[in-house]
């Protein structure tokens, strides 16, 4: 039986954020209506496509989920669960705090969701309002404890490092606040996106390079001490916890993505719907589950290599000979990376260190290079 | 025409500019029977590059049928000449074969520096000048003006001088007309031996080397044996012919006053020599055409092609770019930062930039030009005499017993509020100040003797901007001078490179250093490491930079909308790492290495 994981995109937000580059976008009741149709007529017509297939993780990701009222958001979940669906499926909701409220929370709970994904970014109010967040971190913190006590013992929470002047006790604030609420952790390093409010402000950065990867080190440090192992560039877990959906982006597993701007990965296809929601709307009504769709090239060895540096197993020589790629090429290379300290190897595997995934992006580059991928 | 009565031989000569392309246009125009949707603009300017930079590189020539207000019909050859100071020798090679020459003067600029330096090219040549005013249609335009520092500053009569506009085609017949009054008709005697100018050729690929020639005495037919008396080589004439505006036209002999072309099954254009003279081998001439010099390079360069494994590709760009240019001279040579290459030596740095800009756009080669550098001469302790065209075959200062840097003897003008400008800049550049002299009101000539290798790099741009554009240069080289000299090595991560080493006069070592430490430190792609940048005279280090290591340089998210994304971001990373050259263990990219060599004020 194959593994399949599905992910559902609800692009809707109150506002947007400061720093934010998704497809997103605040919009009326109607269009919620009209999206979770479409999205329900098309996970009904996916039936042949994944027969075979047992569905092991589902994720609803944003914008803002939680803004589609909870019965809505359980309709889709379960059609969804009318497939071939694991026991141990790990059911995932983005939720934003502010925008959940205890009764929905049961109700999303009793229809399946078993893990729920709450941006807090931070747990410092002045933080918050640079990031033009709509909440403070009291809301957030009550939000966890409403999940808790909704019946939700998989939650995650969003935190944010690099922030402007953002000082270390402010960062080991957050990260105390979420790791004694959280199973699981992501802390991502700001990237300011050109267009976006937040690059306007800053447009020679928040900080330096060097602070910033100070900062990084630091988390890395302060979440290993909280109980949370690194499995990636940007996600931390107590053992067993690590998001086995997100795990799918990294390990080139199936995944299909349904709404408009939702991307897959599915029977070797790469393939993405148009960041275009009345175009998605608009396609619903008929027996293809992928019409409208945009396929992108896929090339194996390297997003192999790019995707596997970014987990803390790195990657596998056995692997990369099944792609057809030569090791050995690389071996000086990833020798000077060791002896640097930006990496660690064995005989059969190579993975970076906090301090090589830092400078990931120019390591993944030389070893392309190097192994002529 | 057989009437060599009816033959005028002529140039037209003038300041970058000043309207001598489009003149001769018009010229062509007005005489010929391509009608002007035939003939596209300026069609002695027939390579793509040149008309692009709006300059002439290479000189051609063309005939002209022209029918006179006297009822007659005249034979008009028009010689094209390069107007840049790098061609001064081409050019008065191809003065030597008229006349009389054009001297076309912008009514709003007036006299420039270049419009002397030709004019006295013409004059040493002997020619009748027929001063031309042109631009006439420039609300700026003042052709009295105009007319008055002619005679004022160059001293021959321009009252009667035509004044024009060849933008719009106003009054060209008047300047017709004077070049067949004014204008000499040549002189030659069709019997005495062959005696003939090469003034210009050019590589056919049906007929091999085409030589223009200017016929002064004999005459040449097909199936001639002819000798080129420089070269001693000697050929059989395969054809000759005339150059019409339409292309060329085969005849039966050339003979004395004429202009025109011959092929000979010649293969190279080395073996034509510019300014040589060509003779019967059964019958030659006493003594060759005086003036003939050989081309000497003024400045040499390395350049490396980019990617190590287009050495070949380089090597065939540049034969071919021989084929054309016999000025441009090379040789492989290798350096350990850079690979293998090739020295080579340009006229000057427009016809260096020329042949480089060539090199990647019609051959689609990306290279690596090292820093310009200048031929210097040193004088060993062991009294042997060496000529350094190569900054890294300067030898050990322990054994030099004296150095010697070329002098050139340059000439501004301009007006007279930006002297103090443009004293600061040659003072600077270790010039001598030898005078200055007012043309007229507002045009003073400043003259300075200066080191050729401070004029190397941007004097002309510095120039141009410290004057708003409006100071002229024109410059000859005139002696070596002794000179206290160091070579500046520069080194990355404490490894030289040896493709950055350069000449330099002492007193400019510790600035220069500074300034090429900064601008590596600016320019060098952060790395593993910190990057130590150093300058050293001799090993001793006179000034040192630190590159900082990289720290950061990573995508915080990667989910399924990101990897596509991050997939192009890694292609452009890896194309943009292909290019970079590794100096050791550091890596720089061509921008790096190419912002480092350009000097500042």
């Known amino acids: 039986m194959n593994n399949l994981g599905l992910y559902i995109h609800i692009p809707f937000c109150r506002s947007k954020c400061a720093y934010c580059d998704f497809y997103s976008y605040p919009a009326g009741s109607e269009e919620h209506d009209a999206l979770a149709a479409a999205l329900i007529s098309r996970i009904r017509s996916l039936k042949k496509e994944i027969d075979g297939y047992e569905i092991d993780s589902v994720y609803f990701g944003g914008g803002t989920p939680t803004l589609l009222p909870f019965d809505k958001l359980c309709n889709i979940l379960s059609e969804i669960s009318a497939y071939n669906i694991s026991k141990k499926a790990e ?68 935190l944010i490092i690099g922030l402007s002047s953002q000082i270390r006790e402010n960062l080991e604030k957050s990260i105390a606040t979420a790791a004694a609420r959280a199973e699981h952790i992501s802390a991502y390093i700001l990237k300011l996106e050109p267009g976006t409010p937040m690059f306007e402000k800053h447009p020679n950065g928040t900080m330096d390079d060097d602070e910033i990867s100070r900062l ?158 | 025409m057989s009437d060599i009565s009816k033959i005028r031989n002529f140039s037209i000569i003038a300041h970058i500019d000043h309207g001598k392309s489009t003149l001769a246009d018009r010229l062509i125009e007005a005489c010929s029977a391509v009608s002007k949707r035939e003939m596209t603009n300026q069609i002695l300017d027939n390579m793509d590059l040149e008309r ?81 005013i042109n631009k006439i249609d420039l609300a700026a335009a003042n052709p009295e003006w105009a007319k008055k520092e002619i005679e004022d500053i160059i001293g021959i009569v321009a009252e009667d001088a035509p004044c024009i506009s060849a933008k719009l085609g106003t009054n060209i017949d008047s300047v017709l007309e004077k070049i067949i009054s004014e204008i000499p008709p040549p002189g030659g005697d069709k019997e005495a031996p062959l005696k003939a100018l090469i003034f210009d050729s050019q590589y056919d690929s049906y007929r091999g080397v085409i030589v223009y020639i200017r016929v002064f005495d004999g005459c040449v037919k097909t199936g001639d044996r002819i000798k080129m008396m420089v070269t001693g080589k000697e050929y059989e004439v395969a054809e000759v012919g005339i150059m019409l505006p339409i292309g060329y036209q085969r005849c039966d002999e050339l003979s004395a006053g004429a202009v025109g072309y011959l092929s000979a099954s010649i293969k190279n254009v080395q073996d034509t020599a510019i300014g040589d003279t060509i003779t019967l081998s059964e019958n030659p001439v006493q003594a060759p055409l005086p003036g003939y010099r050989k081309a000497l390079p003024m400045v040499y360069s390395g350049i490396y092609p980019a990617d190590g494994s287009k050495y070949p590709d380089l090597r065939d760009a540049l034969e071919k770019l021989r084929l054309n240019d016999s000025a441009l001279l090379f040789e492989p040579e290798s350096s350990i930062a850079l690979g293998f290459g090739f020295r080579c030596g340009f006229l000057g740095l427009l016809h260096m930039d020329i042949i480089q800009e060539r090199i990647e756009q019609e051959f689609n080669i990306d290279i690596i030009a090292t820093a310009p550098s200048v031929v210097y001469k040193v004088t060993l302790n062991n009294k042997t005499e060496k000529i350094i065209e190569n900054p890294q075959e300067y030898p050990d200062p322990g054994n030099v017993e004296k150095a010697y840097e070329p002098f050139v003897k340059a000439s501004i003008i301009t007006p007279p509020e930006y002297v103090g400008n443009i004293m600061d800049l040659c003072q600077n550049r270790r010039g001598i100040h030898k005078g200055m002299n007012y043309l007229g009101p507002d045009r003073v000539e400043i003259s300075y003797e200066l080191p050729l290798n401070e004029i190397i790099f941007n004097f002309f741009d510095v120039l141009k901007s410290r004057t708003k554009g409006y100071a002229s240069l024109d410059y000859e080289l005139i002696d070596y001078r002794e000179a206290s000299l160091v070579k500046l090595d520069i080194l990355l991560n404490g490894e030289m490179v040896d493709a950055l080493s350069f000449i330099v006069h002492s007193e400019k070592a510790y600035p220069r250093a500074r300034s090429i430490v900064e601008k590596l430190k600016d320019n060098i792609p952060r790395q593993m490491f910190e990057i130590p940048v150093q300058a050293a005279i001799g090993g001793k280090i006179i000034a040192r930079e630190t590159v900082k290591a990289l720290r950061k340089d990573v995508l915080a998210k990667c989910y399924g909308g990101d990897i596509s994304r991050k997939k192009k971001l890694l292609e452009k990373q890896k194309e943009g790492k292909k290019k970079m050259r590794s100096f050791g263990s550091i890596s720089l990219t061509h921008e790096a290495f190419m912002a480092v060599l350009k000097q500042d004020e």
Not at chain 1, 93 to 110: K, M, Q, V
Not at chain 1, 255 to 269: D, W
Not at chain 2, 83 to 99: I, K, P, Q, T, W
């Open chain 2, 52 to 132: 692009e930079r709006g300059i002439t590189i290479k000189a051609h020539a063309v005939s002209l049928r022209y029918n006179a207000k006297n009822g007659e019909v005249y034979l008009l050859n028009l010689i094209d000449t390069p107007g840049h100071v790098d061609f001064n020798y081409e050019v008065s090679r191809s003065l030597r074969a008229c006349e009389g020459a054009l001297l076309v003067v912008d009514a709003a600029q007036g006299v420039e520096a270049q419009t002397l330096a030709n004019t006295y090219l013409a004059l040493d040549e002997g020619l009748e000048i027929i001063p031309v």
């Open chain 1, 91 to 158: 059911i995932t909701l983005e939720a934003n705090p502010g925008t959940i409220e205890p009764d929905a929370l049961a109700g999303l709970r009793r229809g399946g969701f078993n893990r729920i994904s709450i941006g807090m970014q931070s747990a410092v109010d002045s933080e918050l309002v640079s990031l033009g967040r709509t909440h403070n971190a009291a809301q957030a913190k009550a939000a966890a404890a409403m999940a808790r006590k909704a019946g939700f013992d998989n939650i995650n929470i969003d």
């Open chain 1, 216 to 373: 990084y080190l630091y988390c890395c440090e302060k979440l290993f001490s909280h109980g949370f192992v690194q499995y990636e560039i940007s996600n931390f877990a107590k053992p067993g916890f690590a998001s086995k959906h997100n795990m799918k982006y990294w390990t080139l597993k199936d995944y299909i993505g349904l709404g408009p701007g939702a991307h897959s990965f599915f029977k070797g296809r790469r393939f993405s719907f148009p960041r275009d929601t009345k175009a998605f709307i608009a396609g619903s009504y008929s027996n293809d589950a992928f019409t409208g769709i945009e396929h992108e090239q896929v090339d194996l060895a390297m997003e192999y290599i790019m995707l596997s540096l970014r987990t803390a197993d790195g990657i596998s020589k056995k692997e990369l000979e099944k792609l057809g790629v030569a090791p050995g090429r690389a071996t000086a290379l990833l020798e000077k990376y060791t002896k640097a300290g930006f990496a660690e190897r064995n005989s059969q595997s190579f993975r970076l260190t906090p301090k090589g995934f830092l400078i990931s992006n120019t390591i993944i580059t030389d070893i392309l290079l190097a192994l002529q991928v």
